[in-house]
T-cell receptor, first 112, second 115 residues
Framework: DTAVSQTPKYLVTQMGNDKSIKCEQNLGHDTMYWYKQDSKKFLKIMFSYNNKELIINETVPNRFSPKSPDKAHLNLHINSLELGDSAVYFC???????????FGSGTRLTVV | AQSVTQLGSHVSVSEGALVLLRCNYSSSVPPYLFWYVQYPNQGLQLLLKYTTGATLVKGINGFEAEFKKSETSFHLTKPSAHMSDAAEYFCAVTALSGGYNKLIFGAGTRLAVHP
């Protein structure tokens, strides 16, 4: 069983569309994260949830809205997609307030 | 604020040669340090981590790293490179944010291994 799974793996969409990426973890971890990896491979945290509560919200446009229906799921909804949103988005989870993450395999988003 | 600097965006070694990937960190508190590996079109896999205790940390696939507080470094080494080690390597440090930790990553080092 995959520990942290993301769907879809690839997403190609047009500018202006709205799309969602789903993430689920079966590790029993309390904290989940979204990271963005840009074209230069740089990884930056976007959001973090602990037991369904938002705890970290970096400087991310309002078009990005995370939702955590329960502590095993953290979804990312993006409105009005722009070319600059093209990136690989990684979901991760951790126990113990962030010491040791497990990452998903990523969702490659391409906006055309 | 915590930060990570990886010296050398690209490193190329011959198969069988020593691998040395450099990482320096900045942290106002005792750091927790990590090395992750990313193979092409895959996610991030934890190689090793330093939290407390022994400063020489052994990880998977024959990699190890040494925490040197005086040099604020956490360099990654492997005695003998294998073709399968070709990948992107990321050093990371934890940073406190509202009582929780987040990982701050370096820019990554692409390791190429040639025959």
């Amino acid at each position: 069983d995959t520990a942290v799974s993301q769907t879809p793996k690839y997403l190609v969409t047009q500018m202006g569309n709205d799309k969602s990426i789903k993430c689920e973890q079966n590790l029993g971890h309390d904290t989940m994260y979204w990271y963005k990896q840009d074209s230069k491979k740089f990884l930056k945290i976007m959001f973090s949830y602990n037991n369904k509560e938002l705890i970290i919200n970096e400087t991310v446009p309002n078009r990005f809205s995370p939702k955590s229906p329960d502590k095993a799921h953290l979804n990312l909804h993006i409105n009005s997609l722009e070319l600059g949103d093209s990136a690989v988005y990684f979901c991760a989870s951790s126990q113990d307030k962030g010491y040791g993450y497990t990452f998903g395999s990523g969702t490659r988003l391409t906006v055309v | 604020a915590q930060s990570v600097t990886q010296l050398g965006s690209h490193v190329s070694v011959s198969e069988g040669a020593l691998v040395l990937l450099r990482c320096n960190y900045s942290s106002s508190v005792p750091p927790y340090l990590f090395w992750y590996v990313q193979y092409p079109n895959q996610g991030l896999q934890l190689l090793l981590k330093y939290t407390t205790g022994a400063t020489l940390v052994k990880g998977i696939n024959g990699f190890e790293a040494e925490f040197k507080k005086s040099e604020t470094s956490f360099h990654l080494t492997k005695p003998s490179a294998h073709m399968s080690d070709a990948a992107e390597y990321f050093c990371a440090v934890t940073a406190l944010s509202g009582g929780y930790n987040k990982l701050i990553f370096g820019a990554g080092t692409r390791l190429a291994v040639h025959p």
